[in-house]
């Protein structure tokens, strides 16, 4: 007996395929259209200095390369089946995210070198920031049929400090740590780079009164 095909999947597929942003579908798959391209990031994102803009542009260039093959694989096609345009993008946005991040990869020493290990690290999987693309580039249909496709649920409530796309007012003393605080609170997750809240809240402490 033939299995019935999901149905929320398939009128996601459809959604998905259709919605162009209102704009003329010259892209195949059409929502390829509404991606910003690297230009627009650059000139779009910021972060609280040089250092930051460049860990979060190539952040989210590199979350919207990757995305261009979960979409695709949300429809059942591999790497061999990628449209043209699939294939052009992903490369384009590769090099972008090398451009982006090239003034210190390598090129960093000290504490410096540490804090930008920890700055690339956190935007690449920065979730928060990537919906903050979505909001900005992407129709509100389209965002809702992208977590459908991703089967991750849509996220409520506002992008902790330091994952938006400009540096909050507020945030412009914040330091990483308390960035990553406030996002591992935000998404429920006890951690922070291996390390339990409480005992690095402690360590804080500690080191204050020192």
């Known amino acids: 007996m033939k299995s019935k095909p999901n149905i929320l999947v398939l009128v996601a597929a459809l959604a998905l395929m259709l919605t162009a942003h209102g704009q003329a579908q010259t892209t195949n798959p059409p929502y390829l259209a509404q991606f910003p391209s690297p230009e627009q990031i650059k000139a779009d994102v910021r972060g609280v200095d040089a250092m930051e803009t460049a860990a979060k542009q190539g952040g989210i260039i590199s979350q919207l390369r990757q995305l261009i093959s979960l979409l695709a694989y949300s429809q059942k096609r ?69 977590y459908t496709m991703l089967k991750v649920p849509v996220p409520t409530g506002s992008a902790p400090p330091g994952s938006t796309l400009a540096p909050l007012a507020a945030a412009s003393n914040v330091s990483s740590t308390d960035s990553a605080i406030a996002s591992a609170n935000a998404v429920r997750d006890r951690t922070v780079a291996g390390m339990e809240l409480g005992k690095l809240l402690r360590c804080r402490i500690i080191l204050s009164e020192m």
């Open 78 to 146: 591999i790497d061999s089946q990628f449209t043209p345009d699939e294939k052009r993008m992903e490369p384009e946005y590769r090099s972008a995210n090398y451009f982006a991040m090239q003034p210190f990869v390598g090129k960093v020493t000290g504490a410096d070198k540490t804090r930008w290990f920890e700055l690339h690290t956190k935007y690449e999987g920065d979730l928060w920031l990537r919906d903050e693309v979505f909001k900005k580039y992407f129709t509100p249909e389209l965002r809702r049929t992208v």
